[in-house]
């Protein structure tokens, strides 16, 4: 049976050796020098972002910029204006032109953050940019081109997003020309004690402190926690454990693991802002803003607030669970098809509200520079 090579690491902040891990090492190192567009796929936590910033410093545009976006922060016209610009007077609040991330990305490599989050509108502007590398402003009829290599990450399945009508095949197969499958922590536990030493040492160093020792017990505790927040979790908690030390070793004692249970109390429990954190007094918080927030004209407080709240509700538990409607109608609790529904008439009610762009100069070809 041939042995298999080791590969090292391709920066030395990736830490680990299991299999699974050297097979993403071997991965970046194929994907680095070609100029093929990247799709990274693992659980939040995992390392994408890193494992973007190796393949982008091992490529030929490690001169150039890496440009992140995260378009999971951002609402849907806010994401448009912020990858590919805007112009003065495009719409209400645009004070002053706006450089998007992708001209901004001339020359480097842009990575495109949660690429499952984003919606159907956008995801044709994507497309193109993918296709012919060329995009126009927001209210702009100038087509700019650009020279940029694209790294996208999903923490969902984007077949699955694919299946619900969320996600173009198009899109995906442009996309997904060079696959990297980032495993989660649990799958590689055998790394568990490597990364602890190295976010002791960089927190440490950080603390001006002494790097407080690991016994085996506390290493077998870090080995059967389940880490769902995967190496991110696992850093948070190692930076925790070096305050909770207080220069000394670090016990088994120090381990603690559960995450806190936010339940809805009926206790008049008020957080920091003065407003209760309990359901009645959310709900009185509510009433008072929307006495006084501006409305459409004959529109009543209770549609105003009762639907409101309703798109708030079912927007963010969509982002959570990565825009697909089988899970995110799954932890609402209500069908899937009365979810389908209310989601396609979001995007309605968003297309007819969209402000039309600002009048334009006739079409010419500007290339970024």
């Not at 081109?145 to 984007?158: E, F, G, H, P």
């Not at 002791?200 to 389940?226: D, F, W």
């Not at 209310?342 to 969209?354: M, V």
Request: proline residues 7%; charged residues 25%; contains cysteine.
């Amino acid at each position: 049976m041939p042995k298999i090579e080791h590969v090292e690491p391709p920066l030395p902040e990736i830490v680990g050796t299991a299999p699974a891990m050297q097979d993403v090492y071997r991965m970046v190192r194929l994907a680095a020098p070609r100029s093929a567009n990247v799709l990274l796929i693992g659980e939040t936590g995992t390392g994408k972002e890193i494992i973007a910033k190796a393949v982008h410093k091992l490529s030929r545009r490690s001169d150039g910029p890496f440009i992140r976006v995260n378009c999971g922060a951002l609402h849907e016209n806010l994401l448009e204006s912020e990858l590919f610009g805007h112009i003065k007077g495009a719409f209400t609040g645009a004070v002053e032109n706006k450089t998007g991330r992708f001209e901004a990305a001339h020359g480097g490599t842009i990575f495109l953050d949660e690429i499952n989050s984003t919606s159907p509108k956008l995801q044709v502007k994507l497309l193109r940019v993918l296709q012919e590398r060329e995009f126009e402003r927001v209210g702009e009829s100038r087509t700019i081109r650009v020279d940029v290599r694209v790294i996208a990450a999903t923490n969902a399945s984007l077949e699955e997003l694919i299946g619900s009508g969320d996600f173009r095949e198009d899109l995906y197969y442009r996309l997904n020309v060079i696959p990297i499958v980032l495993p989660p922590l649990r799958e590689r536990r055998e790394d568990i004690a490597l990364l602890a030493q190295f976010f002791l040492r960089r927190y440490s160093e950080q603390n001006k402190c002494i790097v407080p020792e690991l016994t085996p017990a506390v290493i077998e505790g870090l080995k059967m926690h389940e880490w769902p927040g995967n190496v991110r979790e696992l850093e948070n908690a190692l930076e925790r454990l070096i305050v909770l030390a207080d220069g000394g070793p670090i016990t088994p004692e120090l381990l603690r693991f559960t995450r806190p249970k936010y339940a809805l109390r009926s206790s008049k429990s008020q957080g920091s802002n003065g407003v209760g954190t309990d359901v009645p007094s959310l709900i009185r918080a509510l009433v008072r803003a929307g006495m006084h927030a501006p409305r459409p004209d004959g529109l009543k407080l209770h549609p105003f607030l009762v639907d409101g709240l309703e798109r708030a509700l079912i927007e963010e538990v969509m982002r959570e669970c990565g825009r697909t409607q089988v899970k995110a109608a799954d932890r609402l609790g209500i069908n899937r098809n009365t979810l389908h529904k209310k989601w396609e008439q979001y995007k309605l009610d968003d297309a007819s509200s969209t402000v039309p762009p600002a009048e334009e100069p006739p079409a010419t070809e500007a290339v970024a520079s």
